[in-house]
């Protein structure tokens, strides 16, 4: 599974700048006009367990996790209401969004809104999401009454009551100013609606640009901000600064290192917004590690073993014998899988086994004859 993230946030926020850290892009960024087209790019998830595995195994490749990142162009206030986000079609598609908020003073760029308050923009974009989500519940509620009228007692008219009755729900929290995230909807009404893509469905991850000079209200901006959030579980929040942070990702590892170590950075935006989104989202990783290939694959926590078997294959997932697994930690203090199995760290675990952050897997399956 190859993560999904939308980029967002008001025009001159930093969005592209923070797209080209996250993405080693050189994509334009601007003082002047709105960038129209949208970027859309690939990240390898950093991950330090890779190189040691590699180091053991000596793969003919190795692979890490991505994540894919798509910048659009700044939305203008009021056009969720209109129902015409930019890259409304993108961000739809998108696992999860980030809104990049503007936190970074710059007398020469002015803010659209006339200053630079980035709790009114977190807040305003809340309201342009649910407008959008709102949108597109009145388009389609008349028309669901109206199949319900046309369409004959049966299934098909059960769903579509069901749907309605879905719809219903979700209109009456948006107008409450309750995003769908916060809803708790089941299996079943999740499924009823997953046509539609609403956006305050999709977990949020909200970053603070603080540009060069609020680094030390770092804290302070983030209290601030999830306060204002009100304890939304499903908004995870970080903050960087985002012009420093695309200069550093556009250096070589060991100059940006010092760099770092320069300017008091423990982590890189890059990691940092990664961790972030894996942690927002309850995902995982779980590795393989061979002569062939050591690999990185994501997955959420709570995955049983054989699911997580799908991910690599679904040959695999069918025809799932047993999975033989060692922990990361295990195989690195036993020096290698023979060692590990003369330990006893090498276990076979079955199909409904959850996988473990750094399980290093090895999947028995058997196809033939099965259909
Ligand atoms: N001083 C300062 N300027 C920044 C920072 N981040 C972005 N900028 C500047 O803000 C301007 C807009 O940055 P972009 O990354 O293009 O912003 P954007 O949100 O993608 O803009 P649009 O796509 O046009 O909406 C550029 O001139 C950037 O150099 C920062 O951390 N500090
Ligand atoms: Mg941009």
Redesign the pocket.
């Known amino acids: 599974m190859a993560l999904t993230l939308g980029i967002i946030?008001?025009?001159?926020?930093?969005?592209?700048?923070?797209?080209?850290t996250l993405t080693h892009s050189n994509a334009?960024?601007?003082?002047y006009?709105?960038?129209s087209s949208p970027n859309i790019g690939t990240v390898k998830v950093p991950d330090a367990r890779l190189a040691k595995l590699t180091e053991m195994f000596n793969p003919k490749k190795t692979t890490p996790a991505t994540v894919e990142y798509t910048?659009?162009?700044?939305m203008a206030k009021g056009a969720g209401q209109t129902g015409a986000l930019p890259g409304l079609n993108l961000i739809q598609k998108v696992e999860a969004l980030v809104h990049?908020v503007?936190a970074?003073?710059?007398p020469n760029?002015p803010h659209p809104e006339g200053s630079v308050d980035p709790i009114r923009d977190i807040q305003t974009m809340d309201l342009e999401l649910a407008f959008s989500d709102l949108a597109v519940i009145e388009k389609r509620l008349p028309r669901l009454d109206d199949s319900i009228k046309k369409t004959k007692p049966g299934p098909e008219r059960e769903a579509q009551a069901f749907e309605k009755e879905v719809m219903d729900k979700l209109n009456e929290a948006l107008t409450k100013d309750i995003p769908l995230r916060d809803l708790d909807l089941s299996e079943d009404e999740l499924k009823a609606i997953r046509g539609y893509q609403f956006l305050t469905l999709k977990p949020l991850l909200t970053i603070l640009?603080?540009?060069?000079e609020r680094a030390d209200d770092a804290g302070k901006l983030l209290a601030e901000a999830k306060a204002a959030a009100g304890g939304h579980q499903k908004i995870g929040f970080a903050a960087l600064?985002?012009?420093?942070?695309?200069e550093l990702s556009q250096l070589e590892d060991d100059e940006a290192a010092e760099f770092m170590q320069e300017l008091g950075i423990t982590e890189s935006g890059l990691s940092k917004i990664i961790h972030a989104s894996y942690d927002l989202l309850g995902l995982m990783s779980f590795l393989t590690a061979g002569e062939d290939e050591v690999r990185a694959w994501t997955i959420k926590k709570g995955t049983p073993a054989l699911k997580a078997a799908g991910e690599i294959h679904s040959d695999i997932e069918r025809g799932f014998i047993r999975a033989e697994i060692v922990s990361f930690d295990d195989l690195m203090k036993a020096g290698g899988i023979p060692e590990a199995k003369k330990l006893g760290l090498y276990r076979s675990e079955g199909k409904t086994y959850i996988m473990q952050d750094g399980d290093i897997v090895n999947f028995l399956f058997n196809v033939s004859g099965k259909k």
């Open positions: 946030g008001f025009p001159k926020s930093g969005k592209t700048t923070v797209f080209n334009e960024t601007s003082a006009g709105t960038s910048d659009v162009a700044g990049v503007r970074f003073e710059d760029l640009n603080l540009g060069e600064r985002g012009k420093i942070e695309m």
